[in-house]
C-alpha cells in the first residue's frame, strides 16, 4: 500500500515476526492496501505471519530515510505474489491501482482478498481479470483466510488454521504482538482465532457500510489546530517515576484544554501509547492529531528536568523545543511554560494561560500524592480504586484547596460506585458529597456539574434534574467528555438512542481511545438493533482495554443476540466470575437446549456474587423464560440501586417480560417511557 505520506495504519499496530529478515528479498507477499483499509491489512498481515508467510507492507517496512516510491518499487520487484485488500476504498486509491499494475507488469500473481460487496472498477477489473479472487463475505472470515493461506503457497499451514479454527475459550484473550512468530503450531492456532475474531468484527461493519453506502459517516480530516501529549519518558536513575512523568502528560492536557480553538486529545487516550515505538504517522493518524507534544523526566531529589518537543505527526518535522531545569515545587509553573510555548508555535492567543500563571501551587507533597493516586486510578481496577482513595485523600489532607486532586478523588469515588466496588449508598454518596465540595470550591467546575448529573442519573434515577445538571455542565464545559459521555448516556437511559449515539460519537475526536465510549456506543447501537456495529464497537473497547469490567459479558450478549451461541459462550468464558462470568454462561447454555446445566450455572452464580449483581441475575432469567423469579430479582436491584438497573429499558434481555404488566410497572416506578 503507497498512500505518499497520507496514509495512515490501523489502531492495532503490527510487528515484525521475530523471526523475520528485516530484507525485502525474504519476503512472499506484498500487502495492497488502501487507508481506510488499515485495520483489516494489518489484521491480514498478522495472519500470514502467524502462518509462517512473511509480508511487506508499507509504512511498517518502509526504512527510516528511504525514499518512498523507490521502496515500493523494490518491494514489489521481489516479492512472490501481491495480495490484494479489495475494497471500495481500493478501487477509489491511485496509489492501490499502481501497485497492481507494476505487479502485473511484473508477472507477479495477484491474489484479491475482497472485503465488501462494493463494484469491481473498469480499470481494476482489467487487471484483476485472470486473478484469483477470494471473497470474504461468501466464504466467511476463517474460510477466507484458511484460502488466502493456501493461495500464497503456505498448505501445511493452512491444514493446522482449519483444525484450530474452532477455537478454544482462551482464543480471544492471546495477545497478537506476543503470539506472532512462535514456532508451535498451538500458539500459531491460537494466534488465528484471535485475528480471526478481530477481522470478523471489522468485517461486520465494512460490509454493512458498502451495502449502506449513503449512511456511512465521512472519514473526518485531521484539523491543523490539534495535539496530542504522549506519556514523557521517564529518564530517572532507577526509573521509578512512570507516575510523574504520567501525572506531568496528564496536568499537560488540562493546561492545553485552556488554549481556544485547539483540540486537545485526552490522556486517556494518549496515555496509552506509553512504551510503544509506532511511527508518529500512525499516532497522528489513531488520534485524530496534527501535531505530537514528545518528552522526557529525569528526577532527582527535589530537582527535575523536563525536556519537550512539537513535531508534525504528519513528516516528523521539528516545530518547537524546550528544557526546564527546576524545583519539583515549580512543576506546575512548567507545565504552564510549555503549554504557553506550544500555543505561540501553534500561532495562537496564551492570554487564557495567565489564571494558570496566578495559581498557588498545591503543596509539594501533596502534588506527588495526587500524581501517585491518578496512576492507581487508571488501573480501572477495584485495587487501583482503593490505592487512588488511600493517595488523594491524603493529598487532599496536606492541602485542602488543592481542587485537581478533589476532582481525581470524585472520579475514584464515581468508578467505585459505577462498578459496585463499594455499595451504591456508600459510593454514590460520596459522589454527591464530592461534587457540592468542588462547586464550593468553584462554582463553574464543569466536574462538580457533571458529578451532580452522574450522581442523579445512576442512582436518585431523577431524570429531569439530571437532565438540567448535564446542560450545565456542557454550558461550563463543552469539549469535557466526561460531560458529553454523561449527557450520552442519560439519553441512552432514557430510550432517545439518536441523540446517545450522536453524544457519543462527538467524544470521539478528543477522546479516541477510550474504551469506555466504545463500549456505551456499542449498548446504543444494540438497542437500535444494529448488532454488527455494537459487536465491532464492543471488540474496539476490549482491544483497547481487555479486562474492561463484564465487557466480555457485553459482547456475548450481543453475539447471542445474533444466534452465535459459540462465539457467546467463549466470549463469557473471557469474563471475570464476579461480572457475570457463570451467568453468561447460564444463557448460552440455555440457547444450547442445556436447560439442566443452565439452571445449574445460574445458581452458582446466585451464590457467589447475587448480591452484587441482582440485575444481571434478573436478565439471565428473563432470558431462561422464567418471568416470577425475573421481577423477583428485579426488585432487589431497584432496592439495592444497582448501578445497571437505569439501563432497563434498552435492555434486549427484558424482551421475554416486556409483555408483563409488571414490567410497565417498573418503568413507571423508575419514571422511564413506556
Not at 319 to 330: K, N
Amino acid at each position: 500500500m503507497a498512500e505518499d505520506k497520507g496514509m495512515g495504519e490501523s489502531s492495532e499496530a503490527v510487528s515484525q515476526s521475530p523471526g523475520a529478515s528485516a530484507g525485502p528479498a525474504s519476503r512472499t507477499v506484498f500487502l495492497s492496501y488502501a487507508s481506510p483499509d488499515a485495520a483489516v491489512a494489518n489484521q491480514v498481515c498478522q495472519f500470514l505471519e502467524s502462518h509462517g508467510v512473511a509480508c511487506w507492507m508499507a509504512p511498517r517496512d518502509v526504512k527510516p530515510g528511504a525514499a518512498y516510491a523507490d521502496a515500493i518499487v523494490h518491494a514489489i520487484n521481489e516479492a512472490g505474489a501481491l495480495v490484494l485488500v479489495l475494497s471500495a476504498s481500493a478501487m477509489a486509491s491511485e496509489h492501490v491501482s499502481r501497485e497492481v499494475e507494476r505487479a502485473a507488469s511484473k508477472h507477479k500473481p495477484v491474489v484479491a482478498f475482497r472485503v465488501d460487496a462494493a463494484a469491481l472498477s473498469a480499470e481494476l477489473e482489467y487487471f484483476l481479470s485472470r486473478s484469483q479472487w477470494i471473497d470474504v463475505p461468501a466464504l466467511g472470515v476463517s474460510g477466507a483466510l484458511a484460502k488466502l493461506v493456501e493461495a500464497v503457497g503456505r498448505g501445511s499451514a493452512v491444514r493446522s488454521a482449519k483444525a484450530g479454527l474452532g477455537g478454544g475459550g482462551a482464543a480471544g484473550r492471546a495477545s497478537i504482538d506476543h503470539a506472532v512468530g512462535t514456532a508451535s503450531v498451538a500458539k500459531r492456532v491460537v494466534v488465528a482465532v484471535a485475528i480471526v475474531i478481530v477481522l470478523g468484527a471489522v468485517l461486520a461493519v465494512r460490509i454493512w457500510q458498502s451495502k449502506h453506502a449513503e449512511t456511512a459517516p465521512p472519514v473526518a480530516a485531521i484539523s491543523d489546530k490539534s495535539i496530542a501529549v504522549l506519556p514523557f519518558v521517564d529518564l530517572s536513575e532507577k526509573h521509578d517515576q512512570e507516575y510523574f512523568s504520567d501525572g506531568l502528560l496528564e496536568e499537560l492536557v488540562s493546561v492545553l484544554g485552556k488554549l481556544p480553538n485547539l483540540r486537545v486529545i485526552a490522556h486517556t487516550s494518549s496515555v496509552r501509547f506509553r512504551g510503544k515505538s509506532e511511527d508518529l504517522l500512525s499516532v497522528g493518524s489513531q488520534l485524530g492529531a496534527a501535531h505530537i507534544v514528545l518528552g522526557s523526566v529525569r528526577r532527582v531529589g527535589n530537582h527535575v528536568r523536563v525536556a519537550a518537543q512539537l513535531v508534525r505527526s504528519s513528516d516528523g518535522g521539528q516545530e518547537w523545543t524546550g528544557t526546564y531545569d527546576r524545583s519539583v515545587d515549580d512543576i506546575l509553573q512548567v507545565q504552564t511554560d510549555i503549554a504557553a510555548s506550544l500555543g505561540r508555535a501553534l500561532q495562537l492567543s496564551v492570554t487564557e494561560l495567565q489564571d494558570a500563571r496566578s495559581a498557588v501551587p498545591p503543596n509539594a507533597e501533596a502534588y506527588d500524592l495526587y500524581l501517585r493516586g491518578l496512576q492507581a486510578n487508571d488501573r480501572i481496577a477495584n485495587e487501583g480504586f482503593a490505592e487512588a482513595t488511600s493517595y488523594l485523600q491524603r493529598a487532599i489532607d496536606l492541602d485542602t484547596h488543592f481542587v485537581r486532586a478533589h476532582e481525581a478523588l470524585a472520579s475514584t469515588h464515581l468508578l467505585q460506585a459505577v462498578f459496585g466496588a463499594v455499595p451504591a449508598d456508600v459510593g454514590f454518596g460520596r459522589v454527591r458529597d464530592d461534587a457540592k465540595n468542588l462547586l464550593k470550591l468553584d462554582p463553574n467546575s464543569g466536574w462538580g456539574q457533571t458529578l451532580l448529573c452522574r450522581f442523579h442519573t445512576e442512582y436518585t434515577w431523577d431524570w429531569p434534574e439530571a437532565e438540567r445538571q448535564c446542560t450545565a455542565a456542557l454550558e461550563i464545559a463543552p469539549r469535557f467528555w466526561l460531560a458529553l459521555y454523561a449527557a450520552a448516556d442519560l439519553a441512552l437511559i432514557r430510550g432517545d438512542y439518536a441523540k446517545a449515539e450522536r453524544l457519543f460519537r462527538e467524544i470521539f475526536p478528543i477522546d479516541p481511545l477510550n474504551a469506555d465510549t466504545y463500549m456505551e456506543l456499542g449498548l446504543t447501537l444494540e438497542a437500535l438493533g444494529r448488532l454488527a456495529e455494537a459487536e465491532a464497537s464492543f471488540r474496539r473497547g476490549l482491544a483497547i482495554t481487555p479486562t474492561y469490567i463484564t465487557g466480555h459479558v457485553e459482547l456475548g450478549l450481543v453475539l447471542l443476540a445474533e444466534n452465535r451461541i459459540e462465539d457467546a459462550r467463549q466470549a463469557f468464558e473471557l469474563e471475570a466470575p464476579e461480572y457475570g462470568q457463570q451467568a453468561g454462561l447460564a444463557m448460552a447454555l440455555h440457547a444450547r437446549g442445556r436447560r439442566t446445566e443452565a439452571a445449574a450455572a445460574l445458581e452458582h452464580f446466585i451464590q457467589d456474587h447475587g448480591h452484587e449483581q441482582p440485575k444481571m441475575i434478573a436478565d439471565a432469567y428473563s432470558y431462561l423464560g422464567n418471568a416470577d423469579r425475573a421481577f423477583d430479582w428485579l426488585g432487589r436491584a431497584y432496592r439495592q440501586k444497582d448501578p445497571i438497573m437505569p439501563y432497563i429499558k434498552s435492555d434486549w434481555l427484558m424482551h421475554g417480560v416486556e409483555h408483563d404488566p409488571r414490567y410497565k410497572a417498573f418503568l413507571k416506578k423508575m419514571n422511564l417511557p413506556e
